[in-house]
């Protein structure tokens, strides 16, 4: 078997299916603060908390309700949805009309609440989630170990950032959305329910994090702080992407995941801050991001 620049194909293939895994966490995260800001420019910092929402529902269905996976992944994100049209509906909309720093900062200490609260109630240290059957084992594709845990999340996470994509730009729902971003007083004059659209978006916006807590519970241990740890990176895959950039999001929180995974294996020391580093120098030459649209 090959080696390149000396790396073991099987540390090479694993780093890069490391890095895929986060990239798709990456991208629906990230998907979800894109359509969120992009089409409500509300700077949701409550994202990270929502995904743990989601992890947390999954575990509780199964050892409370003993609900398992499967049913989670379509029960969960609506559940996680409808806690953020409950707090569209009684703090977020009052501050569409202001700067993004208040919606930023009101998003903010709600994050910490959500988090404090199941802090207080489950600890720090990580709840375990078992799998189920069909995700356990894996395949042997030679040159690497492939758990089928891991594809099921990269697949599942591009069917949806794929559906969502064209749901938003290729639909007539979508050019509802995107219209009502615009100017909401025209497409409220052909009897569209503009308030009522905005919160449907929002709330599937925070959903999309529900959904990626659902995935990343047999696979991470669940605990309060899970969505603290991966906030700030979402947030630099959507400025190198792109603030509002739906495709953005998508090929930025991939691509960046392939570039983390090889960052581990030829500079382990700089995987850290490989993703930020990327983002200053976006930021240097086109500051409205990749795919981004300068004002």
């Given at each position: 078997?090959?080696?390149l620049l000396g790396i073991p194909p099987q540390v090479l293939f694993g780093q890069l299916l490391l890095g895929l895994i986060n990239g798709s966490f990456y991208a629906v995260l990230s998907l979800g603060l894109a359509v969120i800001f992009g089409l409500l420019n509300i700077i949701n910092f409550t994202h990270g908390a929502q995904y743990m929402l989601g992890a947390f529902g999954a575990w509780m269905l199964l050892n409370y309700l003993g609900v398992g996976y499967w049913w989670a992944v379509f029960i969960v994100p609506p559940i996680v949805g409808v806690t953020g049209i409950v707090l569209e509906r009684v703090m977020i909309r009052r501050l569409y009309h202001l700067d993004h720093l208040y919606g930023l900062l009101l998003t903010f200490g709600l994050a910490l609440i959500i988090v404090g609260f199941f802090r207080q109630f489950f600890?720090?240290?990580g709840l375990p989630y078992p799998p189920p059957p069909l995700l356990t084992g894996g395949y042997n594709l030679g040159f690497m170990y492939?758990?089928?845990s891991r594809a099921w999340v990269i697949v599942a996470s591009l069917i949806v950032c794929l559906a969502t994509w064209f749901i938003i730009e290729k639909t007539r729902l979508g050019a509802y959305?995107?219209?009502?971003?615009?100017?909401?007083?025209?497409v409220g004059a052909f009897g569209i329910n503009v308030p009522l659209l905005v919160t449907l978006t929002y709330g599937f916006g925070v959903a999309l994090a529900g959904f990626a807590g659902v995935l990343a519970a047999p696979i991470y241990a669940v605990n309060p702080n899970m969505g603290a740890d991966l906030i700030i990176v979402v947030f630099a895959v959507v400025v190198i992407g792109?603030?509002?950039s739906i495709l953005g999001s998508?090929?930025?929180?991939?691509?960046?995941g392939l570039i983390?995974?090889?960052t581990r294996v030829f500079y382990p020391e700089g995987s850290a801050v490989v993703i930020f580093v990327i983002m200053a120098l976006v930021l240097l030459v086109k500051p409205a991001g990749l795919f981004g649209r300068s004002v």
């Open positions: 078997m090959f080696e600890g720090v240290s492939l758990p089928n959305l995107r219209a009502a971003t615009e100017n909401p007083t025209m792109g603030m509002g998508i090929l930025t929180g991939f691509g960046l983390e995974g090889l």
